[in-house]
């Protein structure tokens, strides 16, 4: 139950002083009270001041920002003119942050529990003698098992849920008032990050903390938060009960996100939302979503809508609020360009192992491989020219191995890949061909991690250009500019470097890169991860467009299995880099035969309240799969106990290329699945 306000911001205004000296702002006279026992979800594109807004609740600007008006009050003391000492008092003991990154808050050096242990003396409210038994209680507070074991790791000798379970345990360290959530699951698999949710949601209620989640995640906002507030450039343009937000909202902007977002039920491609924020300090005179908005009138453009309350509770910017509900929130999208007849097999993983065990130097004298269970093992999958086949699996699940192989950064320990008509691909970059190379590209999830920062986008784009087609001069930047018009940029940003750019056009000038060398193969590791709806949205529809333009095959690795199905021809399912599954898409998420298939179909959180996740498998850390019998075994709801313990599972045929590794027999697993009322989410039933 909520009680007074805890949390409330009153007109601030921060900027910053742009280059030519005028003062830009990037949150613009905001108002937002948050009660004891509340929890609210901060939603919006990137650039929309979210985080900025977050950090400003616990008296944080970043480098550059100041304040322009306004304050934020905790306990009905201004935060932003705080002195440090007092404000250093407050962050960890009254309000805490969670950050996206568990590493952040977490020292690698040091164990689980001494972390604990420090964060209890600076902020906890316990004697020295009474510190052992407050850190085992805080681990068994976020559902950790076995705390003892715990405590003594080290953060690298835990999964990424673990670890993340752990950064909240350090949050509820000082008993804080307030928790503050930064896309803390962003980097989580479907049933990580619903089995985090379900503990956020949990110590919400039970202990009555008043939380902010910021997070472009809309289905992990519907999960956790009872109000969601959806910015847009710099200010806020809806705030309301999360049911009436997030299905039926009064904003054409938040019905723009919505459609924007793929859903297990439909196997169309989501509709981007057209169009672009507006820089700080550039929103105009009247609404600043008016070049993007399906009603938008003349006067739109003149006069500036203020927050205004709505009858049925919350209040929205916009004019025409009555009018929103006439765009859709659930578009039809456009089919990807599928198909179902493809080329000649262009790329075959046969009996594929791969392992990172490294060869000891008795295995050096004795010519013997290196010990250790493989990474991937008996994996067969064959892929056609022009097909899009889309890997899932939660982390360690072997995907983005099986990506690295292919692109030879890893090499095979058994088994064979097979490219086109030549055989056996080498199995290292160095000793591939140059027309090899060209032919198959990589994607990375990062695209600061393969973007030169001291490079112009011109010179990125200029190395596959120069090295495999010898271009230069006029040829060179025409060529560069057509490929960017591609990825529908435009000539403009060949003088720009990556930091000048946003995630989704750093990301964009990833594809370009890769789509310059004319690939037959592009390998797509989880390139739309850190995009928000929107962005992700339009970045889908691009590689569509260029698959359709230009015929490539893609092997893609997603956790979000609503963003694999949009795109994917077929679907294979890992778990510890063993084939678990693979069959046609309408088929794998219609009706899902293998019981880790249904654990994660019904791990997928979808942008409603009224739907819920049906968490099947435990969130535990498997370092390795057993040593026989069935790798998933251990976590299986379903799990027939001798012959999954001793046998591997048989390969069974469901018809029309949908193969299923499992024990139990074709008839049973086809016949336990249901659908839900709810767009025909699957989700699985527990027998």
Known sequence: MTGDVLIDVQNLSIGFTGRSGKLLPVLRNIDLGVRRGESVGIV??????????????????????????????????????????????????KIALIPQNSGQSLSPNLRVGAQLTESLALHGKVTSSGI?????????????????????????ELSGGQQQRVAIAMALAGDPEALLLDEPTTGLDVTT???????????????????????????????????????????????????????????????GLLASIPRLGNPNLPMALEGRPPPPGDAGPGCSFVDRCAIAEASCRSERPGLQPLLAGGRVRCRLHERAGSIPTKRAGKPASAGGSFGEPLVRLSNLAISYARQSLV?????????????????????????????????????????????????????????????????TVEQR??????????????????????????????????????????????????????????????????????????????????????????????????L????????????DQLRRDSGTTYVFVSHDLAVVRALSDR??????????????????????CHPYTEALLGAVLEPDPGARPVLMAEDIMELSPP?????????????????????????????????????????????VQTMSALDNVVRPHVQ
Do not use: W
């Not at 110590?203 to 910015?231: E, F, P, Q, T, W």
């Not at 019998?629 to 469901?654: L, N, W, Y």
């Open 44 to 93: 919006g594109e990137s650039g929309s001041g979210k985080s900025t807004l977050a950090l400003a609740m616990m008296g944080y600007l970043k480098h550059g920002l100041r304040v322009i008006s306004g304050q934020s009050l905790f306990g009905g003391r201004d935060l932003l003119a705080m002195p440090s000492r007092d404000l250093q008092r407050i962050r960890g003991g």
């Open 132 to 156: 052992p038994q407050r850190v085992t209680e805080l681990l068994q507070q976020v559902r950790l098992p076995d705390p003892a074991a715990i405590a003594i790791r080290y953060p690298h």
């Open 193 to 255: 990050q619903a089995h985090i949710l379900e503990l956020l949601s949990d110590i919400a209620v039970r202990l009555n903390k008043a939380m902010v989640y910021v997070s472009h995640d809309l289905g992990a906002i519907a999960r956790v938060c009872s109000r969601v507030v959806v910015m847009y450039a710099g200010e806020i343009v809806l705030d309301g009960d999360a049911t009436t937000v997030l299905t039926n909202p009064d904003h054409p902007y938040a019905r």
């Open 363 to 427: 295995d050096q004298l004795l010519g013997r491989k290196p010990q250790g269970v493989p990474t991937v093992d008996r994996v067969d999958i064959e892929i056609r020219q022009g097909e899009v086949i889309g890997l899932v699996g939660e982390s360690g699940s072997g995907k983005s191995t099986i990506l690295k192989a292919v692109a030879g950064l890893v090499g095979p320990a058994n088994g064979e890949i097979a490219y086109d008509k030549s055989g056996a691909l080498p199995a």
């Open 433 to 530: 061909r140059p027309e090899q190379l060209r032919e198959i590209q990589l994607i990375f999830q990062n695209p600061d991690e393969s973007l030169n920062p001291r490079h112009t986008i011109e010179q990125i784009l200029a190395q596959p250009l120069q090295l495999y087609f010898g271009l230069s001069g006029d040829a060179l930047r025409e060529r560069s500019i057509a490929i960017l018009e591609r990825v529908r940029l435009g000539a403009h940003y060949l003088d720009r470097l990556p930091s000048q750019l946003s995630g989704g056009e750093k990301q964009r000038v990833a594809i370009a890169r890769a789509f310059a060398a004319k690939p037959k193969l592009v390998l797509c590791d989880e390139v739309t991860s850190a």
């Open 532 to 543: 928000d709806v929107s962005v992700q949205a339009a970045v889908l529809d691009l590689l």
């Open 571 to 592: 679907v294979a399912v890992l778990y510890q880099g063993r084939l678990c599954e693979i069959g046609p898409a309408a088929a794998v998420y219609s009706r899902p």
């Open 627 to 671: 040593a026989k019998g069935c790798p998933f075994q251990r976590r299986c709801h379903r799990k027939v106990e001798a012959i999954c313990e001793s046998m591997t599972p048989p390969q069974q045929d469901a018809g029309a290329g949908h193969i299923i590794h499992c024990h139990i027999p074709i008839g049973e697993l086809t016949s």
